[in-house]
T-cell receptor, first 112, second 112 residues
Framework: GPKVLQIPSHQIIDMGQMVTLNCDPVSNHLYFYWYKQILGQQMEFLVN????????KSKLFKDQFSVERPDGSYFTLKIQPTALEDSAVYFC??????????FGPGTRLLVL | GEKVEQHESTLSVREGDSAVINCTYT??????FPWYKQEAGKGLHFVID?????DRKQSQRLIVLLDKKAKRFSLHITATQPEDSAIYFCAASRRNNNRIFFGDGTQLVVKP
């Protein structure tokens, strides 16, 4: 099936630093998403993005979070500054429309 | 908001038997119900979905049933194989709203 790539697969950073998670979505997809999964907990929606804009965000999408996709390149999630509770696996997804979302393999973020 | 619950946290079956994973949801406006499979250390892999205009859908060994009155849906895997072993997530979202709400996941083990 369609493949979504995520870079890096793992990231360890010190609290307070900035981190950027990169997503390479399916090439013709128009909608992009980030989800967060803390170990042992449910996968939770963070944000969706379409036509250069955030369409919807959850309460988990703190002010320290931002997303962008400059010039059709990677869809990125930036956290600045990071906090301990940001440690989780972050999954990117993309879809053509209001239908099947295809997920990447996740980026495991550890904030020390 | 929507709350999706998966009733079985773990499920163990013998190879060749059927496996059934049950989920419930709360939002009557939910109309799209995808299922995802996650193998150890990997991302979510789309398996099958069902929309609220039908109550049954089959794709090879996978059958999904939807009972809108009871707000219940289920995944049936027939003739299970060891490679079906994984965590299965049910999910729900509203029409024209791309935010997906996930269940907690069911660890399926298929014993040879």
């Amino acid at each position: 099936g369609p493949k979504v790539l995520q870079i890096p697969s793992h990231q360890i950073i010190d609290m307070g630093q900035m981190v950027t998670l990169n997503c390479d979505p399916v090439s013709n997809h128009l909608y992009f998403y980030w989800y967060k999964q803390i170990l042992g907990q449910q996968m939770e929606f963070l944000v969706n993005f379409y036509n250069g804009k955030v369409m919807e965000k959850s309460k988990l999408f703190k002010d320290q979070f931002s997303v962008e996709r400059p010039d059709g390149s990677y869809f990125t999630l930036k956290i600045q500054p990071t906090a301990l509770e940001d440690s989780a696996v972050y999954f990117c997804a993309s879809s053509l429309g209001s239908d099947t979302q295809y997920f990447g393999p996740g980026t495991r973020l550890l904030v020390l | 908001g929507e709350k999706v619950e998966q009733h079985e946290s773990t499920l163990s079956v013998r190879e060749g038997d059927s496996a059934v994973i049950n989920c419930t949801y709360t939002d009557t406006a939910s109309s799209y119900f995808p299922w995802y499979k996650q193998e150890a250390g990997k991302g979510l892999h789309f398996v099958i979905d069902i929309r609220s205009n039908v109550d049954r859908k089959q794709s090879q060994r996978l059958i999904v049933l939807l009972d809108k009155k009871a707000k219940r849906f289920s995944l049936h895997i027939t003739a299970t194989q060891p490679e079906d072993s994984a965590i299965y997530f049910c999910a729900a979202s509203r029409r024209n709203n791309n935010r997906i709400f996930f269940g907690d996941g069911t660890q399926l083990v298929v014993k040879p």
